[in-house]
T-cell receptor, first 113, second 109 residues
Framework: EAQVTQNPRYLITVTGKKLTVTCSQN?????MSWYRQDPGLGLRQIYY???????DKGDVPEGYKVSRKEKRNFPLILESPSPNQTSLYFC???FGQGEYEQYFGPGTRLTVT | QKEVEQNSGPLSVPEGAIASLNCTYS??????FFWYRQYSGKSPELIMS????GDKEDGRFTAQLNKASQYVSLLIRDSQPSDSATYLC?????????FGDGTTLTVKP
């Protein structure tokens, strides 16, 4: 089954404790992206990657890191999480950037206390 | 001004009516336009994509694009209770994707 998976689905952590949210797709997509969704602010793009080893900042990259060492994986790293990073995070992938539909993962609900 | 703005909701229509969702965008270089549907607690899923001026129809859904006015709309004909969800307008160009805040639609039986 073609899908985007994220882990963990739910995470409660404390300020400053480094964490990684994994994202994997099995559709051989070149483009992958991370979003956060907050009430009243909609979906905002954090980082995107157009191919292996090619990443770029979205609209809200501060406090996040990403890497794209393999085509299928695009982990999101929070090196020192803060409470304002409490949010619902979505990973998405598509065949390419721009004109292609994005397929979203199930989401990761992160709470930072 | 937000890059992508959607008509404020929530929007409520009776079953069988036409629901009209609107979206404006600020970047004239935008090339691709999408409507996603998001049920509560779920991830967004594509409803329609549109790339050139005019109308595009798919079943009960019609997307309309007017690049001169920087305007995208989605019409849902014969609305069903199962259409109750949040609809997200998305605009893409140069690698980035920008989403509107969404419009929540409720279809009342």
């Amino acid at each position: 089954e073609a899908q985007v998976t994220q882990n963990p689905r739910y995470l409660i952590t404390v300020t400053g404790k480094k964490l990684t949210v994994t994202c994997s797709q099995n559709m051989n997509h070149e483009y992958m992206s991370w979003y956060r969704q907050d009430p009243g602010l909609g979906l905002r793009q954090i980082y995107y990657s157009m191919n292996v080893e090619v990443t770029d900042k979205g609209d809200v990259p501060e406090g996040y890191k990403v890497s794209r060492k393999e085509k299928r994986n695009f982990p999101l790293i929070l090196e020192s999480p803060s409470p304002n990073q409490t949010s619902l995070y979505f990973c998405a992938s598509s065949f390419g950037q721009g004109e292609y539909e994005q397929y979203f993962g199930p989401g990761t609900r992160l709470t930072v206390t | 001004q937000k890059e992508v703005e959607q008509n404020s909701g929530p929007l409520s229509v009776p079953e069988g009516a036409i629901a009209s969702l609107n979206c404006t965008y600020s970047d004239r270089g935008s090339q691709s336009f999408f409507w996603y549907r998001q049920y509560s607690g779920k991830s967004p899923e594509l409803i329609m994509s549109i790339y050139s001026n005019g109308d595009k129809e798919d079943g009960r859904f019609t997307a309309q694009l007017n690049k001169a006015s920087q305007y995208v709309s989605l019409l849902i004909r014969d609305s069903q209770p199962s259409d109750s969800a949040t609809y997200l307008c998305a605009v893409s160009g140069a690698g980035k994707s920008t989403f509107g805040d969404g419009t929540t639609l409720t279809v009342k039986p």
